[in-house]
């Protein structure tokens, strides 16, 4: 992977066939340690869990459209309950790129056996300033709902450090 430094992380340029029908053609930004370490060069260590992403996406991609389809279902019931409105029928995952578009990964520095914790960030049509995000671990959604849940450290570091996952 080819890194560069951005303002305040480490970033790479990612295409990851699983997500492709969400993805924008270019591919993704994959972003190492979106909080908190600040940008000295990446250890072999760090490089390991960002490179982990690319390499398992397909079986994490599954369960964050799930993950998508749920929040969207949600998203549903409140447009059609507060605005009156309807969104798109979303016939299942392969129809998700009508309603979303991925626009950055997350790695965080915080792992568990072996494993980064995850975020995949949304751009979503129901919600143009908040957006849509999925914390994972492995194959376990940790958390879904605005974009912060992708990216928010303490969210990692509260389920990392958890005994009753």
Known sequence: MDWTKGRFSWQARVHLP??????PANGVTLVFAPEG???APLSEEERALAEWVPAHHADQARTVQKAVLAEYKDACSW???????????????EALGQVVTLKKIFVHQVSRDGRPYVGYQFECAWDGEHGLGV?????RIVERGGADCAFLLWMAE????????
Not at 18 to 23: F, G, R, Y
Not at 79 to 93: E, H, M, N, T
Not at 135 to 139: D, R, S, V
């Open 158 to 165: 509260e389920d990392a450090a958890s005994v009753d996952r």
């Open 18 to 23: 699983a997500l492709a029908h969400v993805a």
């Open 135 to 139: 914390l994972m671990h492995g194959q």
């Open 37 to 39: 370490r600040g940008l």
């Open 79 to 93: 447009v059609a309950d507060v605005q009156g409105a309807s969104l798109p029928v979303i016939s299942g995952p």
